[in-house]
């Protein structure tokens, strides 16, 4: 995710780091998807988001049996997998694009947005390999480009609805959204991480999470639009570790205003400004190999004032369950509470299931959220909002996956002239 204006967007999420971002199996691991095939879910002892990096080159290796094989790239994934394994060297790159259209818009304003991104990712263990205790540098840069007049992440406030669509898809330009040092200790059990961090790898984490691979409406997603990230490469510290068996726990701290254009810039500010973004969760599963399926989880974040921006301190409560049953679906029930801080909505209740008809490639989301805009951040007596969303993501190839998404936006907060508004989205991924 990336900052976003100020009381447009709550801006994005700095922290931390998943408790579990260790590849191979410690835990934390990226996947744009959730789970065997990209998208659905995989059992790994990972407490990580489908974005984190090495769940992604995990994924992206594995993702299931696709519709369609291009046997000549054959060499070059092996080539990717014999760097890993001798050298603990991982890599891996992808562009994806997406395009929206809506029913209609306020005066004046754009009824369809695309925007593209151009992603380098990876991580290199560097010490430890033998060990368990695994010392890794993990990177993600990103080139984040517009088509249209309007990127999807602009969209949504041209139509009087207080949300956003695929909040990464913009036109922000060359940025580092992780740059960081992850170390296990404990054979996995703690991760440590310190630098450039996304938040949204590991703060109030589900298996259909990412704008990549699932849902296009940023209210499935993240603290499901009622808490008040920061930008999504943000300076800053995390910790998460396996309390038992079955409990885990997760903390981070990070500056509020990083700035991902200008990684390097905020080292000052983040010791003299003394602005934060911070969060505690604790979480239940009943395995650790279960983690990304089975899982009950409570977040508590605060937010400092935003000097550079006005917006106000604040905090907040998420709550996510979710359970995956006959290894096809997987019903989630998600919501949170926010006291000022800036967010989209102070309160918002998501549920919802994915259901993933074959299996290890293609999935079918359907979601339904009841949100109520945040009083500090758009003004009093704006109505509650209701949303629909349906995806299906199919893989088409190892390389690539197509996602068409119907939304139906029930009482747009800010347009109070429109009772409804029916959007339109296709996503592509491609991923070498």
Same mark, same amino acid.
């Given at each position: 995710?990336? *900052?976003?204006?100020?009381?447009?967007?709550?801006?994005?999420?700095?922290?931390?780091?998943?408790? #579990?971002?260790?590849?191979?199996?410690? /835990?934390?691991?990226?996947?744009?998807?959730?789970?065997?095939?990209?998208?659905?879910?995989?059992?790994?002892?990972?407490?990580?988001?489908?974005?984190? !990096?090495?769940?992604?080159?995990?994924?992206?290796?594995?993702?299931?049996?696709? &519709?369609?094989?291009?046997?000549?790239?054959? *060499?070059?994934?092996?080539?990717?997998?014999?760097?890993?394994?001798?050298?603990?060297?991982?890599?891996?790159?992808?562009?994806?694009?997406?395009?929206?259209?809506?029913?209609?818009? #306020?005066?004046?304003?754009?009824?369809?947005?695309?925007?593209?991104?151009?992603?380098?990712?990876?991580? =290199?263990?560097?010490?430890?390999?033998?060990?368990?205790?695994?010392?890794?540098?993990?990177?993600? &840069?990103?080139?984040?480009?517009?088509?249209?007049?309007?990127?999807?992440?602009?969209?949504?406030?041209?139509?009087?609805?207080?949300?956003?669509?695929?909040?990464?898809?913009?036109?922000?330009?060359?940025? /580092?959204?992780?740059?960081? =040092?992850?170390?296990?200790?404990?054979?996995?059990?703690?991760?440590?991480?310190?630098?450039?961090?996304?938040?949204?790898?590991?703060?109030?984490?589900?298996? &259909?999470?990412? *704008? %990549?691979?699932?849902?296009?409406?940023?209210?499935?997603?993240?603290?499901?639009?009622?808490?008040?990230?920061?930008?999504?490469?943000?300076?800053?510290?995390?910790?998460?570790? %396996?309390?038992?068996?079955? !409990?885990?726990?997760?903390?981070?701290?990070?500056?509020?205003?990083?700035?991902?254009?200008?990684?390097?810039?905020?080292?000052?500010?983040?010791?003299?400004?003394?602005?934060?973004?911070?969060?505690?969760?604790?979480? =239940?599963?009943?395995?650790?190999?279960?983690?990304?399926?089975?899982?009950?989880? #409570?977040?508590?974040?605060?937010?400092?004032?935003?000097?550079?921006?006005?917006?106000?301190?604040? @905090?907040?409560?998420?709550?996510?369950?979710? @359970?995956? #049953?006959?290894?096809? =679906?997987?019903?989630?029930?998600?919501?949170?509470?926010?006291?000022?801080?800036?967010?989209?909505?102070?309160?918002?209740?998501?549920?919802?299931?994915?259901?993933? @008809?074959?299996?290890?490639?293609?999935?079918?989301?359907?979601?339904?959220?009841?949100?109520?805009?945040?009083?500090?951040? %758009?003004?009093?007596?704006?109505?509650?909002?209701?949303?629909?969303?349906?995806?299906?993501? %199919?893989?088409?190839?190892?390389?690539?996956?197509?996602? *068409?998404?119907?939304?139906?936006?029930?009482?747009?907060?800010?347009?109070?002239?429109?009772?409804?508004? @029916?959007?339109?989205?296709?996503?592509?991924?491609?991923?070498?």
């Amino acid at each position: 995710m990336e *900052p976003i204006q100020s009381r447009k967007w709550p801006v994005l999420i700095l922290v931390g780091a998943g408790v #579990l971002a260790a590849t191979g199996g410690a /835990v934390g691991q990226e996947a744009d998807s959730t789970a065997a095939a990209q998208d659905t879910v995989r059992a790994r002892p990972s407490l990580a988001g489908p974005d984190q !990096v090495d769940s992604q080159l995990e994924t992206d290796a594995d993702p299931g049996e696709p &519709l369609i094989t291009f046997g000549f790239l054959d *060499p070059y994934f092996g080539f990717k997998e014999r760097l890993k394994e001798s050298s603990g060297f991982g890599f891996g790159l992808d562009y994806s694009a997406v395009y929206l259209t809506a029913s209609s818009s #306020l005066e004046g304003e754009e009824d369809k947005g695309s925007s593209g991104m151009f992603r380098l990712f990876g991580s =290199w263990e560097l010490v430890g390999r033998e060990s368990g205790n695994t010392g890794a540098f993990v990177y993600k &840069l990103e080139h984040r480009h517009r088509y249209t007049e309007v990127s999807p992440k602009s969209l949504s406030f041209g139509l009087g609805y207080v949300g956003l669509f695929e909040p990464p898809f913009s036109d922000q330009g060359f940025r /580092v959204t992780n740059l960081y =040092w992850r170390q296990a200790l404990g054979k996995g059990r703690l991760i440590l991480l310190a630098g450039f961090l996304d938040a949204t790898d590991f703060v109030d984490v589900y298996a &259909l999470a990412s *704008p %990549w691979l699932h849902f296009m409406n940023f209210m499935f997603s993240t603290g499901s639009a009622a808490m008040a990230l920061p930008n999504d490469a943000l300076l800053g510290l995390a910790a998460g570790a %396996w309390l038992s068996d079955h !409990v885990y726990a997760i903390a981070s701290l990070g500056d509020n205003a990083s700035d991902p254009t200008k990684p390097f810039t905020g080292f000052d500010r983040f010791f003299s400004v003394n602005e934060y973004f911070k969060s505690v969760e604790v979480g =239940w599963t009943t395995a650790q190999d279960r983690a990304y399926f089975d899982n009950i989880h #409570l977040t508590f974040w605060h937010s400092d004032e935003k000097s550079e921006t006005g917006d106000p301190s604040g @905090w907040g409560l998420n709550a996510s369950a979710t @359970w995956f #049953l006959a290894d096809k =679906w997987m019903p989630f029930l998600r919501g949170g509470y926010a006291k000022d801080g800036g967010s989209l909505l102070q309160g918002s209740i998501s549920t919802g299931v994915g259901y993933q @008809w074959i299996p290890g490639r293609d999935l079918l989301g359907f979601g339904f959220n009841w949100g109520q805009p945040n009083e500090t951040t %758009w003004g009093e007596r704006l109505r509650d909002q209701y949303t629909f969303e349906l995806f299906w993501r %199919w893989q088409l190839a190892k390389q690539l996956a197509v996602t *068409p998404d119907l939304q139906l936006l029930i009482n747009p907060a800010t347009n109070p002239d429109q009772g409804s508004i @029916w959007m339109f989205g296709l996503r592509g991924r491609l991923a070498l």
